[in-house]
Structure formats: C-alpha cells, structure tokens
C-alpha cells in the first residue's frame, strides 16, 4: 500500500515586488511506513524527492496561473520528506515560487485548474503585504478574510471547479 495523502495546509506569501512563495504540506498515512524506511537512505530519499517534485511540477505545469492577466509558471524548488513522530505519519513539504508583474492598486490573482472532489482536508493561508486589502475571493472553496489575510479550506468530497481569483489592492 502507497502512502496515501490524509491532509494538507498550504501557506502563500506575497511580497510586493510580485514574488509567490508557497510552503505547502502534505500530511500522509503510511501504515507500511515506506518513507520511514528511505528515510535514512540517501539514494532512495534522493529519488523519492525527486519523483515527488516532478510529479508537483507537471500538477502545476497543467494549471494557468495569472497575475493581472500575465501567464506566469510556478516552480518547485525544494521537497522534503519529514516525519512528526510515528513513522506512519510521514508530511512532505514543497516549496514552490512565482513572480508576476503587480502594480500599486487593484491586482487580480487568477488559477485554472483541472476540476476535481476533493480527497482530503485543506486549508490555505494568503498572507499579502501590510496595507493589502483584500477585495474579493472567486472560488468554490470556503473562504474567511481577515484583513490581510485569506484563509481558504475545502474538505473531504468537497467538489471544486477549478477556477479561483483573487483580488486585493497594494497601498
């Protein structure tokens, strides 16, 4: 049995500069505990990692990511495979960055997506810069704004359509 995804948390930050980065976790269930056992392997771990973020590469490469209407092409830069006490329990965690051209105003953040139900919990945490507002999110997820954050959750069985945007306001 293939360690199966449980979870995932993904946080976003925004500079002003028009730099995404995006640390998002993955929590699994691993009752063979096949991360446990490459872990300490360093050719197996290497070529786990390396599966796993070409894998997220090519998830990310059939999406169209846009900041004010400009194409832009995330891109992994680092997965890890981490543990937090029982080896069942595995979370990966991968690193992802983008830039796109933002301006002082209103900016639009837009992703298309292949639709999809959901297979687990998720929650996702937009932090944009100090003095953002928030204008309005578009999406089939749950959402809450608190001032410069946006917090997004879908769970389990949940279906999306695959098109989410944002739009906030740079002072």
């Known amino acids: 049995m293939e360690p199966k995804p449980i979870h995932a948390q993904g946080f976003f930050t925004v500079s002003k500069t028009g730099r995404f980065v995006e640390i998002i976790r993955f929590d699994y269930y691993d009752p063979e505990e096949y991360y446990a056992d490459i872990y300490h392997n360093e050719e197996k771990y290497?070529?786990?990692?390396?599966?796993?973020?070409?894998?997220?590469?090519?998830?990310?490469?059939?999406?169209?990511?846009?900041?004010?209407?400009t194409r832009t092409k995330p891109k992994v830069l680092l997965v890890n495979i981490e543990h937090s006490g029982a080896p069942e329990l595995p979370h990966v965690t991968f690193i992802i960055e983008f830039s796109g051209p933002l301006?002082?105003?209103?900016?639009?953040?837009?992703?298309?997506?292949?639709?999809?139900?959901?297979?687990?919990?998720?929650?996702?945490?937009?932090?944009?810069?100090?003095?953002?507002?928030?204008?309005?999110?578009?999406?089939?997820?749950?959402?809450?704004?608190?001032?410069?954050?946006?917090?997004?959750?879908?769970?389990?069985?949940?279906?999306?359509?695959?098109?989410?945007k944002i739009v906030f306001e740079l002072s």
């Open 103 to 164: 301006k002082k105003g209103v900016n639009t953040y837009e992703n298309v997506y292949e639709a999809e139900v959901a297979e687990y919990d998720l929650e996702a945490y937009w932090i944009f810069p100090p003095g953002t507002i928030i204008k309005c999110f578009e999406g089939d997820m749950e959402y809450d704004i608190k001032e410069r954050v946006l917090y997004l959750w879908k769970r389990k069985g949940d279906f999306v359509k695959g098109y989410e």
């Open 46 to 69: 290497y070529w786990e990692t390396w599966k796993l973020a070409h894998n997220m590469q090519a998830e990310l490469d059939s999406e169209e990511v846009f900041i004010n209407g």
